[in-house]
């Protein structure tokens, strides 16, 4: 999970960086190119975000499915149902 957080963090950095780059052009064209690119990535990293919160809330779905609670003794435990 590190992994795909570092890759986000890394994805709207490299936008930011396109878009100040963009601004700081002095050709129009690489003006458009540059903000054209941070867009791209922009969106890129929203569809990451949007990945890892569904795979998250299927996680959470799935290990909720898993669990059980049980009475053992005096005490209630949660468990997995096998």
């Known amino acids: 999970m590190q992994d795909y957080l570092g890759l986000l963090e890394k994805l709207r950095r490299d936008s930011y960086e396109c878009r100040m780059l963009g601004n700081q052009a002095s050709d129009q064209s690489k003006r458009d190119f540059f903000s054209s690119i941070a867009d791209h990535l922009a969106v890129l990293a929203d569809q990451v975000e949007l990945a890892l ?5 299927w996680q959470k779905q ?14 209630w435990k949660r468990g997995r149902t096998s």
């Open 53 to 57: 919160l569904d795979r998250k809330a």
């Open 62 to 75: 799935a290990n909720a499915r898993n669990e059980t609670e049980v009475f053992i003794g005096k005490n």
